[in-house]
């Protein structure tokens, strides 16, 4: 992995074509939220697709905790759908079949001269795509667990939601003087995202 590629650093904002072939860009995908990227090797990889079974089940508790979820593996279009599809997922996978993540990261897995592969990472990623924790999956135990992912998404989530404590006397009086900018989904930066969607 790049070495400026560390908590606290923002991420680039790739564009590559979705399982359905339309050009999406990682902070249109994120949104307000924190996400979670999935670099992955692709659907012929035994390990990738039984991390993306295990989060088919965190999926709906990412959905519920205004989260977001994002796969990025080496498949081309039509096999980047079929692994979608064959692990049942219902988040975006988009495509990097040209390695320019693979690259731009540094993350050719040079162990695998056959499929060409990019090292295996999870990437927890805070609002504004910055940087919060880095999981090398190489191994499959690199990978975090699903609770791993829920700790990390309760930091985060603490971090970006001024209203995580609504039972604090000043967000009360806030609420009551209908000041609603520290509440989601109020806040100004899910209303923007909303007209944005016009």
């Avoid at 692709?42 to 990738?48: H, S």
């Avoid at 991390?51 to 039509?78: F, K, M, P």
């Avoid at 604090?168 to 989904?185: H, I, N, R, S, V």
Wanted: hydrophobic share 35%.
């Amino acid at each position: 992995m790049r070495s400026d590629i560390i908590p606290g650093a923002c991420f680039p904002d790739y564009e590559l074509s979705d399982h359905t072939a339309v050009r999406r860009k990682l902070s249109e995908l994120q949104g307000p939220h924190p996400l979670v990227l999935v670099l992955s090797r692709g659907g012929y990889c035994p390990k990738d697709r039984r991390q993306s079974e295990l989060l088919v089940a965190l999926h709906r508790e990412l959905e519920v905790g205004y989260c977001r979820l994002v796969t990025i593996s080496t498949d081309n279009i039509t096999e980047t759908s079929e692994y979608r599809t064959g692990v049942g997922a219902h988040w975006p996978f988009l495509s990097d079949a040209g390695r320019s993540v693979q690259k731009d990261l540094d993350i050719a897995e040079y162990t695998d001269a056959l499929h060409n592969p990019m090292i295996p990472h999870v990437i927890v990623l805070e609002p504004g795509l910055v940087v919060y924790k880095i999981y090398n999956g190489y191994w499959f135990f690199g990978r975090p667990t699903m609770e791993d992912l829920r700790q990390d998404l309760r930091v985060v989530t603490k971090k970006c939601r001024p209203d995580w404590d609504i039972t604090t006397p000043d967000l009360k009086a806030a609420w009551e003087e209908g000041c609603k900018d520290l509440f989601y989904p109020y806040g100004k930066s899910f209303v923007q995202m909303l007209g944005e969607q016009d």
